[in-house]
């Protein structure tokens, strides 16, 4: 059974351009959540995704940030008009379907964005 | 709203020694997990150890346990035989019970392992 799956596991943008970052989640596993880190700092809460519904977006920056999970395909994070600050690693968790037991989210390997 | 904090940004250890490193939180909640991940160098998240807030036992992985204390809001790792694989951010982790909810992480403590 496989991991969860980030790619790309490098992307450098310049400012201005969009950033497409993918996850696919553990197989059987319906709920994803993206997480930013920044450089020296934790991880950081910013969506939480189920098939073709967004659950929080709480963490997202309101504006250039956007997230989907199709019924068909991985989930994305998309940044637009990406700026320097955007710089950070970007991880993927999944977790399976709750039966009100313990849902452990199992993470990515995440990606890290440059922005030059 | 759930906060967590780790007081030590850095801490070293002989291998083969222990070391305790802190965690405290704050919450209003009574049911709720704990976490420890470790982040090597490759930065993946490695899940280390899991409390639940209701067990009152510590959680215990190998060298690897925990000292929960409810009601002080205190969740420490304790690494025994301390090895040089074990160098890492450790960050310490909270989440809801209740809802499939997010993680809430502290800033981390660096562990460095002197041979």
């Known amino acids: 059974n496989a991991g969860v799956m980030q790619n790309p596991r490098h992307l450098v943008r310049r400012r201005g351009q969009e950033a497409r970052l993918r996850c696919s989640p553990m197989?059987?596993?319906?709920?994803v959540y993206w997480y930013r880190q920044l450089p020296e700092e934790g991880l950081k809460f910013m969506v939480y995704?189920?098939?073709?519904?967004?659950?929080?977006e709480s963490g997202m920056p309101k504006e250039r940030f956007s997230a989907e999970f199709p019924k068909e395909g991985p989930s994305i994070l998309r940044i637009q008009q990406v700026v320097r600050g955007d710089s950070a690693a970007y991880f993927c968790a999944s977790s399976p379907l709750s039966r009100g037991g313990p849902d452990t989210q199992y993470f990515g390997p995440g990606t890290r964005l440059t922005v030059l | 709203a759930q906060t967590v904090t780790q007081s030590q940004p850095e801490m070293s250890v002989q291998e083969a020694e222990t070391v305790t490193l802190s965690c405290t939180y704050d919450?209003?909640?009574?049911?709720?997990?704990l976490f420890w991940y470790k982040q090597p160098p490759s930065r993946q998240m490695i899940l280390v150890i899991r409390?639940?807030?209701?067990?009152?036992q510590n959680a215990t992985e190998n060298r690897f346990s925990v000292n929960f204390q409810k009601a002080a809001k205190s969740f420490s790792l304790k690494i025994s035989d301390s090895q040089l694989g074990d160098a890492a951010m450790y960050f310490c982790a909270y989440r809801s019970m209740f809802r499939d909810d997010k993680i809430i992480f502290g800033k981390g403590t660096r562990l460095h392992i002197l041979p």
């Open positions: 919450t209003s909640e009574s049911d709720y997990y």
């Open positions: 409390q639940e807030a209701y067990k009152q």
């Open positions: 995704l189920q098939k073709e519904n967004i659950i929080d």
């Open positions: 197989k059987g596993h319906s709920h």
